[in-house]
Antibody
């Protein structure tokens, strides 16, 4: 059974940084990319980037380049998302989502398993 | 990368068929068949309901179907049910090796 368990809610001041964790279980952590998606209150989903947990290679959405850092610790099967220079518009639920929906025949590059989300509130 | 364009809301009566559109560009929807739809109920994480334009994951109702023509993808509900009331998001892989979502469509079952 695949599980993605994220860290708890955070309250940060403008200009600060936040680091959200995503602890995984039930599958080979290094075998599947991990994506990060955020959702501002009442708003839509926004893809932030992904990481190859095996190599550590990352890909970021242009909007977040220079402000987001995705890392992983393979020894504890955990992925991390750190966002710096927080502003009020960064208030959102941040989700980790594992790559690959797999059938008996093949795997497909979609977000099939999601964490429960971590609410980050930016407020002075 | 701009978000894909979806109508903000649609509504229908139980048993009715409706379609949600999702419009992109030649750099996303028009470039690949890596198109998905996600269903999200309030306070919950999104759930994959369509992948590769028109395939349903195991366990997803066959009342949901997907299609694509050019830069526009569509999600069709055949025989609306009360539990279909949710927000639906389209998503596409892009030529920049990134993913993009639509703005979301709130489906109301009258």
């Amino acid at each position: 059974q695949v599980h993605l368990v994220q860290s708890g809610a955070e309250v940060k001041k403008p200009g600060a940084s936040v680091k959200v964790s995503c602890k995984t279980s039930g599958y080979t952590f290094t075998g599947y990319y991990m994506h990060w998606v955020r959702q501002a209150p009442g708003q839509g989903l926004e893809w932030m980037g992904n990481i190859n947990p095996d190599s550590g290679v990352t890909k970021y959405a242009q909007k977040f380049q220079g402000r987001v850092t995705l890392t992983r610790d393979t020894s504890i099967s955990t992925a991390y998302m750190e966002l710096s220079g927080l502003g009020s518009d960064d208030t959102a639920v941040y989700y980790c989502a594992r790559d690959q929906y797999c059938t008996s025949a093949a795997c497909y590059p979609y977000f099939h398993y999601w964490g429960q989300g971590a609410l980050v509130t930016v407020s002075s | 990368q701009s978000a894909l364009t979806q109508p903000a809301s649609v509504s229908g009566s139980p048993g009715q068929s409706i379609t949600i559109s999702c419009t992109g560009t030649s750099s996303d929807l028009g470039a690949y068949n890596y198109v998905a739809w996600y269903q999200q109920h309030p306070g919950k994480a999104p759930k994959l309901i369509i992948y590769d334009v028109s395939n349903r994951p195991s366990g997803v109702s066959n009342r949901f179907s997907g299609s694509k023509s050019g830069n526009t993808a569509s999600l069709t509900f055949s025989g609306l049910q009360a539990e279909d009331e949710a927000v639906y998001y389209c998503s596409s892989y892009t030529t920049s090796d990134t993913w993009v979502f639509g703005g979301g469509t709130r489906l109301t079952v009258l």
